[in-house]
């Protein structure tokens, strides 16, 4: 296997993503909650499989999501955007009663963030497997599932039938754990992480996620985690380290390092998620690893230069000029 081969080429079928819809308010000012008034401004498309998706859409990749969105504003926005971008929405729901999903977000002094959700009483809880969801799956080439969402039961077992689909037509699957280590002592959660872990054909952890996804201690050493999920059949994983840029493992003991941009943060909501839909479009479009890390740390890096969380999503167009007019650290 070369490092051209890993993942489904992207004429199988487009990149698939099952999961929330939302739409993102944000407050303007650093603070503690929502606990007084406070300047905000939205709404934003969001929901983590969302802003994945577009960006895989919009640097070029075939893209297609599943989800559920109200009808209303929020929901129409959602679309609106990801069909812009070139995603496939013919899989999303609209749901004639429920609103669509929202988060409100503000950031703290400190960078951390406050979220108001709702999300599984909204019409992002509604999905279910139907016509139209099985008929975007089986055209489907590859499927990205994200690790916070395999405690929700229906997704869960709409992710496990798409993902026995996809694979049986020789398709592939990618896995962002991003998983707290509390979901993953939950049995049956854990339980259902430990089979994706066993169907992916790429990770994308961040810090612990990679101990997390091999069952070991970070104690045990990048090494020795990277060398069990190899074992367990994972054929690439790029670890994103933020600052520090992003490393793509191969099983034949090849480590390619992608550095990161240097670029004044605005807002950081989504950045792993570019990450991810730009690295996966790439790899399915044949690139080499070492071109699809210096896209996906751009479309990351990108992204958080810009207020909302799939704001600054790039083309590929834009992504070439960010990189080329864009310092990289060390």
């Known amino acids: 296997m070369?490092?051209?081969?890993?993942?489904?080429?992207?004429?199988?079928?487009?990149?698939?993503?099952?999961?929330?819809?939302?739409?993102?308010?944000?407050?303007?000012?650093t603070g503690n909650g929502f606990l007084e008034p406070v300047p905000m401004i939205g709404p934003y498309p969001?929901?983590?499989?969302?802003?994945?998706i577009d960006q895989a859409g919009r640097i070029g990749g075939a893209a297609a999501m599943v989800g559920a969105v109200g009808d209303d504003d929020f929901g129409r926005v959602n679309i609106a955007r990801l069909?812009?971008?070139?995603?496939?929405?013919?899989?999303?729901?609209?749901?004639?009663?429920?609103?669509?999903?929202t988060a409100f977000v503000r950031y703290r002094p400190d960078g951390a963030r406050d979220f108001v959700f709702n999300m599984w009483t909204s019409a992002a809880g509604a999905l279910a497997w139907t016509d139209a969801v099985d008929a975007v799956c089986t055209r489907a080439g590859h499927l990205h599932v994200m690790g916070t969402l395999l405690g929700h039961q229906t997704i869960w077992e709409m992710t496990e039938?798409?993902?026995?689909?996809?694979?049986?037509?020789?398709?592939?699957?990618?896995?962002?754990?991003?998983?707290?280590?509390?979901?993953?002592?939950?049995?049956?959660?854990?339980?259902?992480?430990?089979?994706?872990?066993?169907?992916?054909?790429?990770?994308?952890?961040?810090?612990?996620?990679?101990?997390?996804?091999?069952?070991?201690?970070?104690?045990?050493?990048?090494?020795?985690?990277?060398?069990?999920?190899f074992d367990l059949g994972v054929?690439?994983?790029?670890?994103?380290?933020?600052?520090?840029?992003?490393?793509?493992?191969?099983?034949?003991?090849?480590?390619?390092?992608?550095?990161?941009?240097?670029?004044?943060e605005l807002d950081p909501t989504g950045a792993g998620d570019c990450f991810g839909g730009a690295y996966v479009a790439c790899r399915r479009l044949g690139m080499p690893v070492q071109q699809a890390l210096t896209y996906a740390n751009a479309a990351g890096a990108r992204n958080v230069t810009f207020?909302?969380?799939?704001?600054?999503?790039?083309?590929?167009?834009?992504?070439?000029?960010?990189?080329?007019?864009?310092?990289?650290?060390?």
């Open 46 to 52: 969001s929901g983590a499989p969302a802003i994945f």
């Open 2 to 29: 070369t490092d051209q081969d890993t993942l489904a080429p992207d004429a199988l079928g487009p990149t698939l993503c099952i999961g929330e819809i939302l739409a993102e308010i944000v407050a303007t000012t």
């Open 161 to 229: 039938r798409a993902a026995t689909m996809i694979k049986a037509r020789g398709g592939t699957i990618s896995l962002d754990p991003n998983l707290r280590k509390e979901l993953r002592g939950d049995p049956q959660t854990g339980s259902r992480f430990a089979q994706m872990v066993g169907m992916a054909d790429l990770l994308l952890p961040s810090g612990d996620e990679l101990y997390l996804a091999a069952d070991l201690p970070p104690e045990a050493g990048e090494e020795a985690a990277l060398a069990r999920l």
């Open 307 to 330: 207020r909302g969380p799939m704001e600054g999503a790039g083309t590929r167009t834009e992504l070439n000029d960010f990189i080329s007019n864009t310092k990289r650290l060390a």
């Open 235 to 264: 054929k690439e994983v790029a670890i994103k380290r933020g600052a520090d840029g992003a490393t793509c493992a191969l099983p034949d003991g090849s480590r390619i390092h992608g550095a990161a941009f240097a670029v004044t």
């Open 83 to 101: 069909k812009r971008d070139g995603v496939d929405v013919s899989g999303i729901h609209t749901d004639p009663t429920l609103p669509t999903g």
